[in-house]
């Protein structure tokens, strides 16, 4: 596909319209919110989320927050309990993302999650993000809309100075009105745990439960099977991850944007399937294949 030229529209019924087409076209949108301004789309197409880590130039997947209208609608993706209902209420719509137990079956694609049985969702504030989740009537995944190892970007210029020519649509919506990202607390049971400082002042979330500080890193989702990269053809007892000439059990696909929309679920697939090791294909090292190789080797370092 050639990249597509980026236009920039004022927010405006007609530019959120223009912004749902390509939404529900599959196509990443940047947006502003009250935070910074993020890289919108589909949370429930994974082709879609591929093509945010192809913009972005992301050299590892991280799970990214999904956006939608209010707590009703987060209820039915991930699972709320006290805690995290009370901060909900609280705090929503706002800067405050809560990672929560996700629900089986919630449509949303596993590379937003990066495969973890947790999912991160906030409920925006600002009128752009709330009306272009109106109008494509879906949730969006959304990371910040810059280059990977560029910062956040704070106003549309920004975003174009990054993304320009990457992406085909930016909606400008003025400056951001906190300019940092999003206060990320976990309520998965025990106490509740802040992952990321933010603009919601964390003596407001420790009234509703105690709170803990880790190591503020999201774990990731490995396979507990052993994994052997680079491989053309399956070994005894292996099940093969086939991508482009290599055929496999499991097939990535012969393009990067379909492999890293498949990746996680295949790794799943695998990792419960009787085999009792697995073996993937090699996987070219450029744009979001690099992506890709960063997660594979991290699912294979030895534990
Ligand atoms: P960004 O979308 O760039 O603002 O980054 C999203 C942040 O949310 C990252 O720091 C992720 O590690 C974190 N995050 C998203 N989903 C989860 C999850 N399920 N568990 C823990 N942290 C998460
Ligand atoms: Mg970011």
């Not at 920039?8 to 919110?33: C, H, W, Y």
């Not at 609608?73 to 709320?80: N, P």
Request: aromatic share 4%; with cysteine; proline share 9%.
């Amino acid at each position: 596909m050639a990249p597509p030229e980026t236009q920039i529209l004022n927010f405006s019924d007609e530019a959120i319209e223009k912004a749902a087409e390509l939404i529900r076209a599959g196509q990443p949108v940047a947006m502003p919110t009250e935070t910074v301004y993020g890289l919108a789309a589909d949370a429930t197409n994974a082709e879609a989320v591929a093509r945010i880590y192809a913009a972005k130039g992301r050299p590892s997947f991280n799970p990214l927050i999904v956006h939608v209208l209010d707590l009703d609608t987060a209820e039915h993706l991930g699972e709320f309990d006290d805690q995290a209902r009370a901060l909900a209420n609280e705090h929503w719509p706002g800067p405050l993302t809560l990672v929560v137990p996700a629900r089986e079956d919630n449509g949303i694609a596993s590379l937003v999650t990066a495969g973890l049985e947790t999912i991160a969702i906030r409920v925006p504030a600002h009128p752009a993000m709330r009306a272009l989740l109106k109008a494509a009537g879906r949730p969006l995944a959304a990371p910040s809309a810059n280059a990977s190892g560029r910062i956040s970007p704070t106003r549309a210029a920004h975003v174009a100075d990054s993304l320009g020519g990457r992406i085909p649509l930016v909606i400008d919506g003025g400056p951001c009105e906190q300019g940092i990202e999003s206060t990320i607390v976990a309520a998965t049971g025990g106490p509740l745990r802040l992952l990321r400082r933010g603009p919601i002042d964390i003596d407001a979330v420790e009234a509703v439960g105690a709170i803990e500080a880790p190591g503020m890193m999201a774990s990731h989702y490995a396979p507990a099977k052993p994994i052997r990269l680079d491989a053309k053809v399956a070994e005894p007892g292996e099940i093969l991850l086939g991508y482009g000439p290599v055929a496999g059990e499991l097939y990535l696909g012969d393009n990067l944007v379909t492999a890293a929309a498949r990746l996680f679920d295949f790794m799943h697939e695998a990792d419960s399937a009787p085999e009792p090791r697995i073996a993937v294909a090699p996987i070219p090292d450029e744009g979001i294949g690099a992506a890709i190789n960063d997660r594979l080797r991290r699912a294979a370092a030895p534990r």
